[in-house]
């Protein structure tokens, strides 16, 4: 047999020895490793969610009825406040329920209803010389409860007019701590025909177990059904 061409003998080698002394890559056989962090490519918290248009303390399904009362931006004049309680005062216009719940602590949280099938827009009045949350043990008169107020809030000299709205079956609640002082009310010696504030006078204090109590808020109004009654027990 005859032996191959010298030219093509070289070449073979070559390409033998060439293919032989290639090493295998590196990078075909492991994964490239994760770049090191850097500002672009860390992970970024994402924003805070926008609030939602015309949500505040004055309007919503669930309202803090103090937090409401206490925002400067709830507060609305004299002509408004008029206007508002004209519808107010018939239930047929305002359909609304007060409830109460006595709490485990001795508190009592007080709860506006909007009972209708439309949205309530209701005036509060609140008076730095008034009970704004009048309680009564049957017919006889409590001290004034205390209210928990959000925390740095004080009352503006005189009336505070205060709008709140209501959705369809919306409450506004209120938490107060009641007093089981009895009170009376009267005007001492006062000039006739002079206009004198009254002057709460203690007059005893309820006996220890369970009365019903009588609550009313601050809604502006004289309605007789805006009452809310709830068993309690006295200390």
Known sequence: MADPPRGLTLACCALAFGCARRPASSE???PRPS??????????????????PGRS????ARLDLLAAIADPSCRIGEDEASAL?????????????VEAEALSDGRVRVRI???????????????????????KAGDRPL????????AGFSFE??????????????VAEATVEIDPQLVGYERGHCPPNAKCPEVTVAKGRLSP?????RLRTPLYSIRADLVAEVAWKAP
């Open 28 to 30: 075909a056989s492991s």
């Open 35 to 52: 770049p090191s962090p850097t500002a672009a490519t860390l992970a970024v918290a994402p924003p805070a969610p926008a609030p939602t």
């Open 57 to 60: 303390a004055c309007e919503g």
């Open 85 to 97: 309680r004209a519808v107010l005062e018939d239930p047929a216009q305002a359909p609304l329920r």
């Open 113 to 135: 209803r909007n009972t209708g099938s439309a949205a309530q827009r209701l005036p509060l009045l609140v008076h730095s010389h008034l009970d704004n949350f009048s309680v």
């Open 143 to 150: 001290a004034a409860p205390r209210p928990a107020w959000p």
């Open 157 to 170: 000299t005189g009336r505070m007019l205060v709008k709140i709205v209501l959705p369809p079956a919306g």
């Open 209 to 213: 177990g369970e009365v019903r109590l």
